[in-house]
């Protein structure tokens, strides 16, 4: 069985771009989260999909956005770049996102920001 | 506010040894804790999880106890291995509507020496 993937692994923009980040989940899983994590904040969650619809959402601001599509593709979403969005992006998925599942993790999508 | 603190950032033991990685939590409602391996620039692993009605947990060399009253969960390694070098990360998800949000520690640095 597949693990999640995420695509690209590697992205570098400037300030004030936009950039797209894409996650496929394993095959059955319908919840897929998005994590940032950074040298100083750690790893911070930012928001969950499930069938579409956006379930949770932690504290970041409104230029971070995402979307999840019928086949359970998820895609992150970062407006108005600013240095501090540099980090490695991490998606996870799982079966249906319940409080007691565990989240498996793809390798993350590394932006830099110049 | 860190509700998932891991107070030390690295720790070093010898080979065959054993690692105690510990990780102390202040929020009540966290009902299910798990422990990730993460390397740099990938995604954490899964390692092992223990739900709030047990109090150990055990998957081959790994073991996690949690003390509900102290709030403090530990992952003990045996025999430490020189490839159990990595960063370990503990997190923890309850309260009722934490749809795939998991609550990082900012994790520790193991390093073991052959």
């Known amino acids: 069985k597949a693990g999640v993937t995420q695509t690209p692994r590697y992205l570098i923009k400037t300030r004030g771009q936009q950039v797209t980040l894409s996650c496929s989940p394993i095959?059955?899983?319908?919840?897929v989260s998005w994590y940032q994590q950074t040298p100083g904040q750690g790893l911070q969650f930012l928001f969950e999909?499930?069938?579409?619809?956006?379930?949770n959402k932690g504290n970041f601001p409104g230029r971070f956005s995402g979307r999840q599509f019928s086949n359970s593709r998820s895609e992150m979403n970062v407006s108005t770049l600013e240095l501090g969005d540099s980090a490695l992006y991490l998606c996870?998925?799982?079966?249906?996102?319940?409080?007691?599942?565990?989240?498996?993790f793809g390798s993350g999508t590394q932006l830099s920001v110049l | 506010d860190q509700q998932v603190k891991q107070n030390s950032p690295s720790l070093s033991v010898q080979e065959g040894r054993i690692s105690i990685l510990n990780c102390d939590y202040t929020?009540?409602?966290?009902?299910?804790f798990l422990w990730y391996k993460k390397y740099p620039a990938e995604g954490p692993t899964f390692l092992i999880s223990?739900?709030?009605?047990?109090d150990k947990n055990e998957d081959g060399r790994f073991t996690v106890f949690l003390n509900k009253s102290a709030k403090h969960l530990s992952l003990h390694i045996v025999p430490s291995q020189p490839g159990d070098s990595a960063v370990y990360f503990c997190?923890?998800?309850?309260?009722?509507?934490?749809?795939?949000?998991?609550?990082f520690g900012q994790g520790t640095i193991l390093t073991v020496h052959p």
């Open positions: 996870a998925s799982s079966l249906v996102g319940a409080e007691n599942e565990k989240l498996f």
């Open positions: 095959s059955g899983h319908r919840s």
């Open positions: 999909y499930f069938s579409e619809t956006q379930r």
């Open positions: 929020n009540s409602m966290f009902d299910y």
């Open positions: 223990i739900s709030s009605i047990k």
């Open positions: 997190a923890a998800s309850g309260g009722g509507t934490s749809y795939g949000k998991l609550t």
